[in-house]
């Protein structure tokens, strides 16, 4: 079996001001270089108006950058949206794409994320690819099914396995203080390494809904889970430290 380094992420969504978010981030920082040499990875993806200031907090810290989004475009009349260029430029080495929040309130399709991708990973980034079922497909039993799809259809024809991270994130479970088992989680994340085909064993698959310091040691003792993703929890440096250091 091939050894991933675990991967802690937090995905502040829409949350921070300049100087909460500055702190929050520094005080990550300090606990990350306390703690060195790190045994995981740890990003913070905040919002896009953090990301510069952000960068140089972190800098001299193993804490990684990340954005939440980006357009699949290298420029252009695209008011308001940002480029994975523009990214790399503030120093991102990571980037979200597809979260269920994208596909369910702007209508993402599986053709625009795959869009995305190919142009994040064109500008070096690491794309954290998000895919999930919901609570209907879950009790109709199509979980498999809509994993898989969505998987397929989020992925452009080619792609650099190397720049690749699955989260793997049940809809009904964000935000909801409800998790599934961590054999389920462990079974879809090996769902997900089969549908990769021969790259699958070296992609980091890792596991995002309601991820918290309680929970997060039962899902990161789990061979198939890479890591988390952190939503609510990584408002908190305590609360998101305490998950990071379950992933030793």
Not at 8 to 25: D, Y
Not at 74 to 84: C, K, L, R, W
Not at 109 to 121: F, R
């Amino acid at each position: 079996m091939a050894t991933r380094r675990k991967l802690i992420v937090g995905n502040w969504k829409m949350n921070g001001r300049l100087t909460s978010g500055l702190n929050l981030a520094k005080e990550i920082a300090n606990r990350a270089i306390e703690s060195m040499p790190l045994e995981f990875d740890v990003a913070l993806c905040p919002p896009a108006t953090l990301l510069w200031p952000i960068s140089e907090a972190l800098m001299g810290s193993p804490v990684m950058l990340g954005a939440q989004d980006c357009h699949y475009a290298n420029h252009g009349a695209y008011t308001g949206d940002i480029s994975a260029g523009m990214l790399a430029d503030l120093g991102c080495r990571y980037v979200i794409l597809g979260h269920s929040e994208r596909r369910a309130a702007y209508e993402e399709t599986g053709a625009l994320i795959a869009k995305k991708v190919a142009a994040a990973q064109l500008a070096g980034l690491v794309t954290i690819v998000c895919v999930g079922e919901t609570l209907e497909q879950r009790a109709t039993g199509t979980t498999e099914t809509a994993i898989v799809q969505q998987l397929s259809s989020s992925l452009p024809e080619k792609f650099h396995s190397s720049q690749l991270v699955v989260a793997y994130e049940p809809v009904w479970a964000i935000g909801s203080g409800d998790v599934p088992e961590t054999d389920e989680v462990s079974s879809i994340h090996r769902l997900i390494r089969r549908s990769l085909g021969a790259m699958g064993e070296a992609v980091q698959v890792i596991y995002g809904g309601s991820v918290v310091p309680h929970n997060a040691r039962d899902l990161l003792e789990q061979h198939e889970i890479d890591g988390v993703l952190v939503g609510g929890a990584s408002l908190n440096s305590d609360g998101f430290w305490s998950i990071a250091e379950k992933a030793r």
